[in-house]
């Protein structure tokens, strides 16, 4: 059994592999996001491990971007990750780039909010405050219907991130702009 790094250690990894800074601000974000949903879902124990996921979930991208989800394995393992750690990452690019399955709820979450992150800060950075704190509902799903629109963020993946969980897209959307806000407060981050 391999070893949870610490959020220094998980972030001296992700910066190790990826200098690019937009890559580190939505790793940031969706770390952020990883924890508001560990501590509203019940897994408040768990909530610095949900954050490790989040930070790492992209590990591979910088350099290896043809290999997402792939490489991260094998970066993992010879640090000697936790296997547990390794699979809430790989499964993130589950149906995309490889075939392991969200099954806890945490690994749902990733799939659900990592593309749903990228589409609710341009649509933030869009308004006149930059900000989520004014952010509604009503603007993401006008954007998210606009495929033009940061068109990199998978509206298919976001969909059945929410069937996945189990709710409506609109509760999904919905608690990741809270999720979003509170990490824009303890951040600054959009």
């Not at 610095?48 to 910088?62: A, Q, R």
């Not at 341009?122 to 006149?128: C, D, L």
């Amino acid at each position: 059994m391999g070893k949870i790094p610490t959020r220094t250690e998980a972030w001296d990894l992700l910066t190790e592999y990826n200098k690019d800074e937009f890559h580190l601000k939505h790793a940031q974000i969706v770390e952020g996001v990883m924890k508001y949903f560990a501590r509203e879902l019940g897994y408040q124990d768990e909530a610095e491990f949900w954050g490790i996921v989040g930070l790492l979930h992209d590990l591979d991208f910088g350099l290896y971007p043809e290999l997402h989800c792939v490489k991260v394995q094998e970066i993992m393992k010879d640090h000697d990750l936790d296997e547990k750690l390794i699979r809430a990452v790989a499964s993130h690019g589950y149906g995309i780039c490889v075939d392991i399955k969200p099954e806890h709820q945490m690994e749902k979450v990733l799939y659900a909010v990592d593309e749903l992150t990228g589409l609710i800060g341009a649509v933030a950075i869009m308004r006149p405050s930059k900000s989520t704190m004014d952010l509604e509902l009503k603007s993401v799903k006008k954007k998210f219907k606009t495929p033009k629109f940061a068109a990199g963020c998978s509206r298919e993946v976001i969909i059945k991130g929410a069937e996945m969980l189990g709710w409506e897209l609109d509760e999904l959307i919905e608690k990741t702009i809270l999720a979003m806000r509170e990490v824009e407060k303890e951040t600054g981050l959009v």
